[in-house]
């Protein structure tokens, strides 16, 4: 056990999912007993009212049933208890209860019983007070000076004091320029309210100057008021303290002084009651309560303050004292005499743990027994010593890992819906159109074992939106099939990259060895269809950008491929079809009537990848339907790098440009900070000074901050968009150069991981520098033309680059040394000679990163950069421009 816990004297839980706050703690002598000892007194935002007397058999005990006094459900949320004198006539206590929208005052007396059962409290209602403005909290005192009763002020929502003379109402009062209310205390020595205004300074009012101040019956000022009529009420003295305050308490020990402690959310301070600051303490935690007391050193005084880290901090002044740990985070705290023990600290929770505690150890009675001295056994050691090799042997040569069965111990399947859902579940689309369909995908779990805890991600790329991405499973029966159902829709106003979703469980498979259980994965991909994310669309006959597919068989009609995309499959109409993205752009598909061909273009270079991709896939789906097995598609086209390089520049500027505002947001906000410390000093400077326009400089300087920040965020979100459109068109590359090569899956495989590292694009490691490594890894591997360039080794770090010139080159290398034979393989030892030139190869470029020659021994012929010089086909194109003119 620690020594520095909290110790134990008594505790219960109040109620079941009840909350509490700061104000629903109290400790008085609540029944006016002989003996004078406090009770406790707690009020929850479910409208119960408990009063307990603690009386524990023995240190530690828990609550008992004769422990509680008085337990009555006032149906309103309590915000505040107080005890005092609040009834006329008398000097007894009461207890007053602040509820959102009333006060009430009650008398609190008990009867004593004549039998075993014990005494009985009950609790008479006094006089209430129904509020006209929703409460915040109260404070009371002997406002005015007056001798021998409290008067109750109760804060409002929207910031006005009202003032009640016990049973009758005084007057009401805004304070000025108050938005949200704060924390409320009274101080008898000077008569006045000290609170913490929303501008984060703490404000102190006479009570004489709000009881002559014009009346609040309405918050605007009416012409009378601005003509003099009545006097304003104005503040007596304010300190800018920088934060928000969570209390104020005010402590007054002798009457000559009296202190305002006020806990802020990083500082604690205590001030004069002039507003000057006596001394503050910087807390390196978040504080949740405070509780100044006296202390037995005359001139100082003790502060109990509660933090989130379940610790209860005792300073005095400013020093450190004792820290002890408590089983909750306190809300509040208060101390003091209960069951003839005195400094008692009382802790509240804000789900209901109430303790009584005092600080100090308790001695602890345990002794170590003496260690038995024996001699050591050398042979009994080297005999354990010999099994546990052993042991250690045969789980080597079993592997660390079971080895998987043939039969999974988990099936995950994922089925789409033929049809969009009737009722869109696109409730934040911001894509530009009306109505934005969505479609329902049912994931279904079938588990052969018992597992628990197993865990359900699903990921589809942006901008499409899951209405749920995580699903929780905290137990699987075997042979019990689980099924959860989502909704994916467009959110965004740009392309998708894929249209395939990511299924991914993972679950925890206990076994003999590892009762925990080994951690598996299991996955299972699905495909949304187009119609999600696009539209029947009007054809068009003239685009920026087209790409034209090979195939080995007849032309299929496009009503045959695409039928929900088309009305009626009349001749007109077959060998053409247009597409519209949710987005806006359009995508226009072309059939050939007498060629083997299909054509693809558009106004977006990236927008042709999904159309193009989905026919591909529908014709060896529509050919292995009819049993045709040979099927097979080719490009012989020119490789668009030029277009490819343009998306990738743009990315990149974007990045640049993100990189730069994030630099002026920097040096902005420290400008801002040299800013605010000047000032600070000025305002704490006892001669005032001028301030030399350094009010201004904030306000310039705080609106270049906004205005940085929102550049900050449209470049990211734009950045977001542009890594979209690269992801889309390096898909695009990456296929044209398989069907132009006729890459087998394996290589395709490598080429989209070294084109594609990443699906989302973090802020430490861009795309650029990602894909430069893994290309130039291929160019000096499998794809190098000597031992040289595979004896070069890559740099270690990777770090963002001046610009996109060396991956431009990198890329149109890559390209090159393809046409040139070679290809793509994971082992450096498969290189083979690239003495084979393809028909549609380029010129080789410069390599002085890779070969040290230099750019004047290049061949004369000429080269474009921005794409791979291919034999243009000799078939007729004229019948693929037919379509569109009949």
Same mark, same amino acid.
């Given at each position: ?36 000892? %406090? ?67 009650? @008398? ?13 409290? *009950? ?26 009763? %409290? ?36 101080? =008898? ?86 507003? *000057? ?59 003091? $005499? ?11 929770? %804000? ?78 689309? %911001?894509?530009? !159109? ?51 159902? @989502? ?23 206990? !076994? ?25 669309? *009007?054809?068009?006959? !003239? ?24 009305? *009626? ?9 247009? &597409? ?24 977006? @270079? ?31 086209? &020119? ?29 902005? =906000? ?36 906004? =205005? ?35 890459? $087998? ?27 430069? =490594? ?12 000597? $031992? ?7 740099? $270690? ?6 610009? !996109? ?82």
């Amino acid at each position: 056990m620690s020594l520095f816990k909290a110790r134990d004297w008594w505790s219960t839980l109040l109620g079941e999912k009840e909350e509490f706050d700061q104000g629903c703690l109290c400790l008085a002598d609540v029944d006016n007993s002989r003996s004078g000892q %406090d009770k406790i007194i707690v009020g929850s935002f479910m409208g119960y009212l408990r009063i307990f007397n603690p009386r524990p058999v023995k240190t530690g005990d828990g609550a008992q049933a004769e422990d509680l006094l008085l337990e009555v459900h006032l149906r309103d949320p309590i915000l505040q208890v107080e005890v005092g004198k609040f009834v006329s006539g008398t000097e007894m206590l009461h207890l007053a209860v602040l509820h959102s929208r009333q006060l009430c005052v009650y @008398f609190v007396s008990g009867t004593l019983g004549n039998v075993e059962h014990g005494n009985q409290y *009950q609790m008479k209602l006094m006089y209430k007070h129904h509020l006209q403005r929703t409460a915040c909290n109260m404070t009371y005192g002997p406002f005015g000076g007056v001798k021998g009763r %409290d008067l109750i002020c109760i804060q409002s929502m929207d910031g006005m004091l009202m003032v009640f003379e016990q049973e009758s109402y005084a007057f009401g009062r805004f304070l000025p320029g108050s938005l949200l209310p704060g924390p409320l205390a009274y101080s =008898a020595r000077t008569d006045s309210f000290i609170t913490v205004s929303s501008c984060r300074q703490v404000e102190s009012y006479k009570y004489q100057v709000l009881a002559f101040a014009t009346d609040a019956d309405k918050r605007e000022e009416t012409e009378q008021q601005k003509l003099g009529s009545g006097k304003r009420l104005v503040v007596d003295w304010t300190l800018n303290i920088g934060e928000q305050a969570l209390d104020i308490c005010i402590v007054s020990f002798n009457q000559s002084t009296s202190s305002v402690f006020v806990l802020g959310e990083r500082n604690f301070f205590c001030l004069k009651d002039n507003g *000057q600051i006596r001394f503050m303490k910087k807390l390196d935690y978040n504080p949740s309560c405070f509780l100044p007391y006296c202390s037995v050193s005359e001139g100082t005084i003790n502060t109990l303050i509660g933090n989130h880290n379940n610790m209860l901090h005792i300073y005095q002044d400013v020093t450190l004292k004792w820290a002890t740990q408590l089983p909750h985070i306190p809300v509040a705290v208060k101390v003091g $005499s209960l069951h003839d023990l005195k400094g008692v600290i009382v802790t509240l929770s %804000d789900d209901g743990h109430l303790q009584c505690s005092y600080l100090g150890t308790d001695p602890s009675l345990f002794q170590a027994p003496k260690i038995e001295s024996r001699e050591l056994n050398y042979e009994e050691l080297d005999a354990e010593l010999k099994e546990l090799q052993k042991i250690i042997k045969d789980v080597k040569s079993q592997g660390v890992w079971p080895m998987t069965e043939r039969e999974d111990d988990l099936k995950v399947s994922a089925a789409v819906s033929p049809s969009l859902d009737s009722v869109s579940q696109a409730t934040d689309a %911001d894509v530009g !159109t009306d109505l934005v369909p969505s479609i329902t995908v049912k994931v279904t779990l079938q588990s052969r074992v018992t597992l628990q805890k197993a865990k359900l991600s699903v990921y589809v790329q942006p901008p499409l939106a899951l209405t749920c991405d995580h699903f929780s499973f905290d137990f699987l029966a075997p042979e019990v099939t689980s099924t959860v159902a @989502f909704s994916v829709y467009l959110k965004r106003g740009y392309t998708p990259s894929e249209l395939e979703g990511n299924a991914v469980v993972s679950y925890a498979k206990p !076994t003999d060895r590892n009762p925990d259980g080994i951690p598996r994965v299991i996955q299972c991909k699905f495909r949304l269809p187009l119609k999600l994310i696009c539209l029947p669309g *009007q054809p068009s006959k !003239t685009a920026s950008h087209k790409l034209t597919i090979d195939t080995n068989k007849s032309p299929v009609s496009l009503f045959n491929l695409f039928p929900g995309f088309s009305s *009626q499959p009349d001749d007109d109409q077959v060998n053409v079809m247009g &597409f519209c993205f949710l987005g806006g752009s359009r995508v226009t598909l072309l059939a050939s009537k007498t060629s083997q061909r299909y054509r693809i273009q558009s106004e977006q @270079f990236e927008d042709l990848w999904l159309i193009t991709n989905e026919l591909i896939l529908r014709l060896q789906e529509y050919f292995e339907k009819q049993g045709i097995k040979d099927f097979a598609c080719s490009f012989s086209g &020119f490789i668009p790098l030029q277009e490819y390089f343009e998306l990738i520049d743009h990315h990149f500027e974007l990045r640049l440009n993100g990189q730069k505002l994030e630099e002026l947001l920097s040096q902005r =906000a420290v400008q801002f900070r040299a800013i605010e410390r000047r000032l600070l000093t000025r305002f704490k400077d006892k001669t005032p000074a001028p301030l030399q326009h350094l009010d201004t400089l904030l306000d310039g300087t705080y609106k270049q901050i906004i =205005a940085l920040a929102d550049a900050v965020e449209e470049n990211q979100a734009n950045l977001v968009h542009a890594f979209a459109r690269l992801k889309s068109a390096t898909h695009l590359v990456i296929l044209l150069i398989g069907l132009w090569q006729k890459l $087998s899956p394996d290589q395709v495989a490598i080429l989209e991981a070294a084109l594609l590292p990443l699906q989302e694009e973090p802020q430490e490691l861009g795309w650029e520098e990602t894909v430069d =490594a893994a290309v130039s890894h291929l160019l000096k591997t499998c794809l190098s033309k000597s $031992s040289k360039e595979q004896a070069l080794n890559l740099s $270690s770090h990777l770090n963002m680059p001046k610009d !996109t010139s060396r991956l431009k080159k990198h890329i149109t290398l890559l390209c090159d040394r393809l046409a040139k034979g070679g290809r793509l393989c994971l082992s450096a030892d498969a290189a083979t000679p690239q003495t084979i030139v393809m028909p549609g190869g380029c010129t080789p470029i410069p390599e002085s990163d890779l070969e040290e020659r230099s750019a004047e021994q290049d061949s004369t012929e000429p080269f474009t950069s921005h794409r791979l010089l291919i034999a243009e086909p000799s078939a007729p194109e004229g019948s693929i421009h037919q379509g569109l003119s009949e």
